[in-house]
């Protein structure tokens, strides 16, 4: 066995390399704080090598999940059916509403002359794994840089915003729900148009901000992506206003997170600005000094 | 001989794999984009384990490691989660010769308050470098489902791996061939 100086040597490596680890940590935290990107590049370099042989766990857990919740609803069956007869009767009326709507809008826009923006594509793909945890409510879809996935693209389920891709793997990507503490998305709440910020603060239902004029809103309008920033396309629905026992404006989410399995990224590039004057108006701006200008035009 | 130095690593691997599938049942959507819920640290539990009843199996590196992996995948502070881990399982592993003769109440409380502990610590650190962090409340409510995780994972150890405090003397001692 080892002898006693052996020992204490190796008490003293092991201090040596303890304190090294220590500095390492902090090395590496600091980094975090400091080029946050290079570090959510490791990440995903990381989420890209280890998940997707964890596929397969991904599908039999989503399984067991819905055998339960149907079990739920096999329960309470009749109240359901109840329920649905009721909700079908309403939505009756509210496909008569659309498809005048719709027809009006048709009118409207064949008098306007609109054009209606280029239809937008998306790619589909499903969650692998989601990141339990308070310090981010995101997840880790099995589509990536391969499949035109790009950062900061938008992702939906068949409704609403879920959420935004950030970090793009070659076969994996990360979106943050709009739940996460980072989210921010721009929007604008409908009737009213007034403009807004979600951000996520760890509960199902986001908060409001920077609303201009709160008291013009009331709870039901519904809230779309205004599209400033030029990162999320407008006009994707996010979900309604509701108001907390607080007083607070906050959003009830179109997206149904609970049953969240596929996911649609879009693939949007932001219109062009127009940022430079016309040459056709104004040919030679710097060579006219303001005080020559023609004034007889 | 070459037995001798063979198992202590396959033991190591053992314990490892076990850590990650902790890990990946803590990321696996079984109930995917549920806010608010709160999943057990379970690789923590696993490395208090471990390093409890075997401290020469789970060297510095591995748990440095596991850390470090966690804090990648969870989206956790980089390097803050690992430092965490690392520290609590260095204290425990000086623990380990005194907790062995104690009943397992005592270990879990040591466990309990070293969880607390760290916490806080790391919500100080987050709040002193202007990082952004949930609030204290969701990170103690992780704290505490991991409390209440680290009995379950103690009884699957005991039991369905059959690890407990050896009586003898030199397999409690922390130093082994295999140094981080």
């Known amino acids: ?297 | 001989m070459e037995e001798l130095t063979f198992k202590p690593l396959l033991r190591s691997v053992l314990m490892i794999l076990i850590a990650l599938t902790g890990l990946f049942l803590m990321i696996s959507p079984v109930r995917p984009g549920v806010i608010g819920g709160v999943a057990p640290d379970l690789l923590a539990c696993v490395v208090f384990f471990w390093v409890l009843r075997r401290p020469s199996h789970v060297n510095i590196g591995i748990i440095f490691g596991l850390g470090l992996t966690a804090d990648l995948l969870l989206g956790r502070p980089t390097g803050l989660g690992a430092l965490a881990l690392l520290l609590m399982s260095e204290f425990l592993r000086g623990q380990s010769a005194t907790l062995r003769d104690l009943h397992f109440v005592f270990e879990w409380v040591v466990v309990i308050a070293l969880l607390l502990a760290a916490t806080v610590a790391q919500h100080l650190v987050l709040w002193l470098t202007f990082a952004p962090t949930p609030g204290l409340v969701e990170q103690l409510a992780v704290t505490l489902t991991t409390a209440l995780a680290y009995p379950v994972v103690a009884v699957f150890g005991r039991y369905a791996l059959g690890l407990r405090y050896s009586k003898r003397r030199f397999m409690a001692s922390p130093h082994d061939e295999d140094l981080g």
């Open chain 1, 1 to 297: 066995m080892a002898t006693p100086t052996e020992k204490e040597l190796l008490q003293t490596t092991r201090q040596v390399v303890l304190g090294l680890l220590v500095v390492l940590c902090i090395a590496l935290f600091v980094l975090w704080r400091i080029d946050n990107p290079r570090v959510e590049q490791l990440r995903m370099a990381l989420a890209d090598r280890f998940l997707p042989a964890f596929d397969w766990t991904s599908r039999p857990a989503a399984t067991a999940t819905r055998i339960a919740q149907d079990f739920e609803s096999y329960i309470r069956v009749y109240e359901e059916n109840e329920e649905l007869r009721r909700e079908l009767q309403e939505m009756r009326g509210w496909r008569e509403a659309a498809l005048q709507l719709e027809q009006r809008n048709a009118r409207l826009r064949a008098l306007n002359n609109v054009r209606v923006s280029d239809r937008l594509t998306f790619v589909t793909g499903e969650v692998l794994t989601d990141t339990g945890g308070p310090f981010s409510q995101s997840g880790l879809i099995n589509i990536g840089a391969e499949n035109g996935v790009q950062d900061g693209a938008a992702a939906m389920d068949g409704l609403g915003l879920i959420g935004r891709v950030s970090g793009v793997g070659q076969r994996t990507a990360r979106i943050i729900y709009l739940t996460d503490i980072n989210s921010r998305v721009p929007v604008v709440v409908l009737p009213s148009g007034l403009r807004g910020i979600v951000s996520g603060d760890n509960s199902p239902n986001p908060t409001l901000d920077f609303i201009e004029a709160p008291e013009r809103l009331q709870p039901g309008d519904r809230v779309m992506t205004s599209g400033d920033g030029a990162v999320l396309p407008p006009d994707l629905l996010v979900g309604a206003v509701v108001r907390d026992a607080e007083g607070r404006l906050r959003l009830r989410l179109a997206a149904d997170y609970e049953r969240l399995e596929f996911v649609r990224v879009l693939d949007f590039e932001a219109p062009e600005t127009v940022e430079d004057v016309g040459s056709l108006v104004l040919p030679e701006p710097p060579a006219l000094p303001p005080e020559r200008l023609p004034e007889g035009n």
